[in-house]
């Protein structure tokens, strides 16, 4: 079993910044993805960022705004949010993958864009 410990969630204006961070117990490696999805109101769950093996992979609607990390030392994934827009609004999930879907869910953070 993975347990996860989310935190950096929060509100914040058009064009502000936000960093997420998410430590994983259990039995993880580097060859296991971590990473982020999310879920807006009214949508279905998305990927936003994974990282694997010093891979990255981010979805188009974040790219150039959002900056994935991953401390594996510390099983610590991060996700730093910049030029936040009003549609980054979403409950953002913390996931561990073995394989290309997640298999461990976080509790979820909210992040909340508004002027």
């Known amino acids: 079993q993975v347990q996860f410990v989310e935190s950096g969630g929060g509100s914040v204006q058009p064009g502000g910044s936000l960093r997420l961070s998410c430590a994983a117990s259990?039995?993880?490696?580097?060859?296991?993805?971590m990473g982020w999805y999310r879920r807006a109101p009214g949508k279905q769950r998305e990927l936003v960022a994974t990282?694997?093996?010093?891979?990255?992979n981010y979805a188009d609607s974040v790219k150039g705004r959002f900056t994935i990390s991953r401390d594996n030392a510390k099983n610590t994934v991060y996700l730093q949010m910049n030029s936040l827009k009003l549609e980054d609004t979403a409950v953002y999930y913390c996931?561990?993958?073995?394989?290309?879907?997640?298999?461990?869910w976080g509790q979820g953070t909210q992040v909340t864009v508004s002027s």
């Open positions: 996931i561990v993958a073995l394989g290309l879907l997640p298999n461990y």
């Open positions: 259990g039995s993880i490696n580097s060859n296991y993805a």
């Open positions: 990282t694997r093996a010093g891979n990255t």
